[in-house]
């Protein structure tokens, strides 16, 4: 049987200075998956998500959360990691986590999201002095520290070294194993291959299609070499090679 979509959205339009942004998309994310929206530069994808967040307002279009109206209740049952977050200089690690907590109704043990995002040993460091893999795993604790049940995370690894890839990876899929739902919007197609239950892929505001990574490669690159037949040749394939602003 499908899962419920804990997420829809209905013709969704956004339009910055009477350029469309967001011209028309429609989506249906099912609970307990990894759902990847994938494009181009300025394909729309920042702007669809920031008004999934609730942080945009639509032009047009409709979001329902669990089969409703997203009400007050939804900033406490959702998570999102920002690609920048002004982090407090002036608090450790620790202190940062123990800040966000206190945000929410409720929250999870604080030494829990360390352990799971391996920022125990960093612990007493102060936000600001930390490597770049190691503040992508702040905020992504930060995002999780209200044990979210639909995670919005914007290129979760962009700047990542391998190892470092990987251990965000193993933590997303930790996040998934404990029936949560992911939205991620990242350009690392091996990123959305490994991750990704489902991928929308976004230009020019429109999703031009949707489906399960493997189900794409199958449909778009049947007729390519065997070594081609991957999901970066299908977002060739649909987007074209033009460079994108
Ligand atoms: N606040 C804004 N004001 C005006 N135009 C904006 C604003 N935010 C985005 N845009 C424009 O809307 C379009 C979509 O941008 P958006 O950031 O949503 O794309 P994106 O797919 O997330 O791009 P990227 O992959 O580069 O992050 C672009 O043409 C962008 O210049």
């Known amino acids: 049987m499908p899962k419920q979509p804990i997420i829809q959205v209905d013709a969704l339009k956004k339009s910055y200075n009477g ?5 028309g998309i429609s989506l249906a994310i099912a609970a307990g998956t990894c759902f990847g929206l994938l494009g181009p530069n300025g394909a729309g994808k920042t702007t669809a998500v920031e008004i999934m967040e609730n942080i945009q307002k639509p032009d047009q ?7 409703k109206e997203r009400d007050r209740s939804f900033n406490q049952q959702v998570g999102v990691q920002f690609q920048q977050t002004e ?38 460091q102060r936000s600001n002095k930390i490597s770049g893999g190691q503040r992508q795993r702040l905020l ?22 391998p190892q470092a890839r990987q251990h965000v ?26 991750l990704c239950d489902d991928i929308a892929i976004m230009d020019e505001g429109k999703i031009i299609t949707q489906g399960a990574p493997k189900d794409l ?5 049947a007729s390519m070499p065997p070594e081609s037949r991957n999901l970066e040749s299908v977002f060739l394939a649909l987007t074209g090679k033009r460079l994108r602003g």
């Open 61 to 67: 279009g409709r979001i329902l959360f669990k089969g």
């Open 87 to 124: 982090l407090m200089a002036f608090l450790t690690v620790e202190e940062t986590l123990k800040t966000f907590a206190a945000f929410y109704a409720q929250s999870l043990p604080v030494e829990m999201v360390m352990d799971l995002c391996m920022l125990k040993e960093i612990r007493n």
């Open 217 to 221: 490669v199958k449909t778009h690159c």
């Open 169 to 194: 990876w193993d933590i997303i899929k930790g996040i998934r194993s404990r029936g949560k739902t992911t939205i991620l919007t990242t350009h690392y197609m091996e990123e959305a291959w490994v």
């Open 19 to 23: 350029r469309p942004a967001v011209a």
């Open 140 to 161: 992504l604790s930060l995002a999780l520290i209200n044990d979210p049940d639909l995670l919005f995370l914007d290129e979760p690894t962009t700047g990542l070294d």
